[in-house]
């Protein structure tokens, strides 16, 4: 078959009877909308923090990027039921889960980190020290009050930049929960600072 357009992948939830579909479609997209906002103050502060410069001109810092979803309704043509899913674009790559809102943290036990670094101003990094970073830099400039992670998606190479395209990410809050069953309210905040270990990128941002 002749392809028409971009890849998608269509997304539902697996504890309908804890919640309503429509429930689920409206946090999704929520947690993801209100992360994509953060993310583009992340990655402006990165830019305005010349310590952060990347040492090749040629290059520059990763950005993040959480990925646009929508919401597809259509009817079952047997039951003729009214059914919903949602959709974004199908990330190309390597999926990775760089941390979680349970306390894990990429290489972190496995002491290990991704291999592709980036030389900046204040020294070598590896690239996914950036994502660790958003979520540490969400923390402090909400003050203490909310934390994005569990953070997964991929490192898109294909551009002249390389960008993180992140997707289903968890938003805990401390006065929560505020963004679906994956806001583990304080708890997710204090395994997240159980684990995390600041790097440059955190240091200078």
Not at 75 to 92: G, I, M
Not at 165 to 194: E, S, V
Request: net charge positive; charged share 30%.
């Amino acid at each position: 078959a002749k392809k028409t357009g971009k890849t998608m992948v269509a997304k539902t939830s697996i504890h309908i009877e804890k919640e309503t579909k429509e429930d689920f479609h409206e946090d999704f997209c929520r947690v993801q909308s209100v992360s994509q906002d953060l993310a583009e103050k992340f990655n402006d502060a990165v830019r305005k923090a010349p310590s952060l410069a990347a040492a090749d001109k040629a290059t520059r810092p990763p950005e993040l990027q959480f990925m646009l979803c929508h919401v597809y309704s259509y009817t079952n043509n047997v039951t003729k039921e009214e059914k919903a899913l949602l959709v974004e674009k199908k990330l190309p790559g390597k999926f990775t889960k760089y941390n979680s809102n349970n306390g894990y943290v990429k290489g972190a036990k496995e002491g290990v980190t991704d291999t592709r670094t980036i030389e900046l101003e204040c020294g070598k990094v590896p690239l996914e020290d950036f994502v660790q970073a958003f979520s540490h830099w969400v923390y402090v400039h909400s003050n203490h009050n909310l934390i994005v992670c569990d953070l997964q998606g991929v490192l898109n190479e294909e551009g002249r930049y390389p960008i993180f395209q992140l997707t289903d990410p968890a938003i805990c809050t401390r006065k929560g929960p505020r963004y679906g069953k994956t806001d583990m309210k304080i708890n997710g905040i204090r395994n997240f600072c159980r684990t995390h270990r600041c790097g440059l990128v955190c240091k200078n941002s």
